[in-house]
């Protein structure tokens, strides 16, 4: 059974950068799967924000395009997320999940990042 | 690219059939079957419960079920259950990206 968690800072200053982990256990990086961060505003919605692929494939969504860089790491069954010039509306709790097919699943239990000024 | 438009809430009595709709246009739900739904209940991450428009997970309980009908999907609890008061959302292939519902609250009164 695969398992995502997402490790980083909780806590970013405005116009730095935010930068997660997600560590994935139970089975290999490495497979037909696509590696995705999400993000949720408080008392919002969900926010799709990227994946990557094993071999290194990005697609990032464009209101975030030319701020956001999903890697990879598979000898540490790793993949992160650097978000560049973060501002108050970056304030949110972002998941890592993995995209199989149109299939979202399973999901990190999601970590807080707090953007302050 | 939008999000899709879910109504913001919904509500029905225990036993009661609810449903909750999903809309979107040509290039994303009416483009495609890669359609999905998550449960999300507070504090918690998004459970997947319906995906490919219609296919349910094991362990994911029969009386929740998928459909769709041009640019529009739809979520329906039916003999809808305490544990099924929650925020949903649909999610779906729009081309190179994903797009995610605004989200409905279902309370089961």
């Known amino acids: 059974q695969v398992q995502l968690q997402e490790s980083g800072p909780g806590l970013v200053k405005s116009s730095e950068t935010l930068s997660l982990t997600c560590t994935v256990s139970g089975g290999s990086i490495v497979g037909p799967h696509y590696w995705n961060w999400i993000r949720q505003p408080p008392g919002k919605g969900l926010e799709w924000i990227g994946f990557?692929?094993?071999?290194?494939?990005?697609y990032y969504n464009p209101s975030l395009r030319g701020r956001v860089t999903i890697s990879v790491n598979t000898s540490k069954n790793q993949f992160s997320l650097k978000l560049n010039f973060v501002t108050a509306a970056d304030t949110a709790v972002y998941y890592c999940?993995?995209?199989?097919?149109?299939?979202?699943?399973?999901w990190g239990q999601g970590t807080p990042v707090t953007v302050s000024s | 690219q939008s999000a899709l438009t879910q109504p913001r809430s919904v509500s029905g009595s225990p036993g009661q059939s609810v449903t909750i709709s999903c809309t979107g246009t040509?290039?994303?739900?009416?483009?495609?079957?890669?359609v999905s739904w998550y449960q999300q209940h507070p504090g918690k991450a998004p459970k997947l419960m319906i995906y490919?428009?219609?296919k349910r997970p094991s362990g994911v309980p029969d009386r929740f079920s998928g459909s769709k009908s041009g640019n529009t999907a739809s979520l329906t609890v039916s003999a809808s259950q305490a544990e099924d008061e929650a925020d949903y959302y649909c999610?779906?292939?729009?081309?190179?990206?994903?797009?995610f519902g605004e989200g409905t609250t279902l309370t089961v009164l």
């Open positions: 999940a993995s995209l199989r097919g149109g299939t979202y699943s399973p």
């Open positions: 040509s290039g994303d739900i009416g483009a495609y079957d890669y």
């Open positions: 490919d428009v219609f």
């Open positions: 999610c779906a292939y729009a081309g190179t990206l994903w797009v």
């Open positions: 990557i692929s094993y071999s290194g494939s990005t």
